[in-house]
């Protein structure tokens, strides 16, 4: 019991301490924990491809490692991002399953409502940036995206798997980043 009280000590006061920007990344280290926790099979397979994509942008030149610092200096660059041998997708098809399940789980239902709102939530206020943009009729591009990215997210978030995900999904040509719009309440028009 000592250990897990000491252990949450840690975790509440690192949360804090690095996370005190406009938002926190609690909603993200829940889930990431809740990926660990529930599947860590699929969460060490979700690193390694991420990892093996990285490698590959190494070693055709893209990045010169693997570091937040590095990604930050591409997505401001503004270079487009050629095809590699490396299908993105299609090595995310193949867990699908897996994170489909955690997903919709009680457990991340509970993260989502406890965790995901405009107060806490880095996650949120990325897809916010976008909605804003959408609804002031202004054309959404790769570049605007990277500056969401690169605004919202610090070195600590892409630390995480899914964070990191974000990214990598972004700059792969092959494969959709995925953002939710706001679109507000319904009409009656």
């Known amino acids: 019991m000592k250990v897990a009280i000491v252990h949450l000590s840690v975790f509440i006061f690192i949360s804090f301490k ?14 990431d924990q809740l990926l660990l926790n529930t599947n860590p099979e699929y969460y060490q397979k979700l690193k390694n491809i991420l990892l093996e994509y990285q490698n590959i942008l190494i070693s055709e030149g893209i990045l010169r490692n693997t570091t937040f610092k590095e990604m930050t200096a591409l997505l401001n660059s503004n270079v487009d991002i050629p095809e590699t041998s490396f299908d993105l997708a299609a090595k995310l098809s193949e867990l699908k399953d897996d994170i489909s399940e955690i997903l919709i789980s009680i457990e991340a239902s ?3 409502q406890d965790f995901y709102n405009t107060k806490t939530s880095k996650d949120y206020v990325f897809h916010q940036k976008i909605t ?11 570049s605007f995206i990277a500056h969401c990215l690169l605004k919202v997210y610090d070195e600590n978030d892409y630390e995480l798997p899914l964070t990191q995900l974000k990214f990598l999904r972004f700059l792969h040509p092959k494969t959709d980043l995925i953002s939710y719009v706001y ?3 319904p009409n009656t028009d």
């Open 132 to 142: 804003k943009r959408v609804q002031n009729g202004i054309e959404l591009n790769r």
């Open 183 to 185: 679109l507000g309440p």
């Open 18 to 31: 690095t996370h005190g920007q406009m938002a926190s990344n609690q909603y993200e280290l829940e889930m």
């Open 110 to 112: 509970k993260i989502t």
